[in-house]
């Protein structure tokens, strides 16, 4: 039912291991398979995933003006449900802290949606452009397989050299890897810059605080 729209998933351990071990084919492929005794479908399932979650049961690991009561095992059965395959099919997977305060009361206006929608509009109408070419139906760098990876994700020396220190130090999958890419690629695009510059990729990869933090 999601499908070319939104899937938001809140409390993400939430959910039975195995019902999202299902998700690992969209977001792969963008096709969902069911299988019966007397045939087999596939219907298209191509979303865009928001997910959720806490940092462990009781919601308070990490947290500066709470003390959190769980165990290290307790997290990490907690964590558990979701696999690494799974997280390294999400793009982007950050720790969010609490606000405090003096953050709320603030009186800083933030960015309207209105200046951010354009500049979104903008940075999509790049990504067709740039497919317009490609005789595959593809319309923004979420969709790039590796072959337009290599074609449209050129790296400078400085570029292949942070990236390749995070691979080794973080041990990040291939899979990790173009991922990263294509958030370099689209925050270069918000950017208007016609080459991935090292702190595109810097960026990229402090967007994948997750793989880190439980996966490492």
């Known amino acids: 039912m999601a499908h070319n729209g939104l899937l938001f998933l809140d409390e993400l351990p939430e959910f039975p291991r195995n019902v999202l071990e299902v998700l690992r084919q969209p977001l792969e492929d963008g096709t969902v398979s069911i299988a019966r005794a007397s045939m ?17 049961p009781c919601g308070f690991h990490n947290d500066r003006s709470r003390e959190c009561q769980c165990t290290t095992p307790m997290i990490q059965r907690y964590v558990s449900k979701i696999s690494g395959p799974l997280m390294d099919r999400i793009d982007i ?3 969010v802290p609490a606000v405090n305060y003096k953050e709320m009361r603030s ?19 790049r990504q067709l452009e740039r497919f317009a070419s490609s005789h595959e139906k593809i319309y923004c760098n979420a969709q790039m397989s590796s ?5 449209f994700c050129e790296l400078s ?15 990040l999958s291939a899979r990790a890897h173009d991922r990263i890419l294509k958030v370099a690629r ?17 960026e990229a990869i402090q967007y994948r605080s997750l793989d880190r933090t439980y996966w490492a």
């Open 186 to 202: 689209t925050i270069a695009d918000l950017e208007e810059a016609a080459q991935i510059e090292p702190k595109n990729i810097a």
């Open 157 to 171: 020396t400085d570029c292949e050299r942070l990236l390749e220190r995070a691979m080794t130090q973080q041990g």
């Open 107 to 125: 009186g800083t206006e933030p960015e309207g949606s209105a200046r951010i929608r354009e500049r979104v509009v903008r940075t999509r109408k």
């Open 40 to 56: 087999s479908l596939t219907f298209p399932a191509r979303f865009m995933l928001a997910a959720a979650m806490n940092p462990c």
């Open 93 to 95: 997977h950050i720790d």
């Open 147 to 151: 072959r337009h990876i290599r074609t």
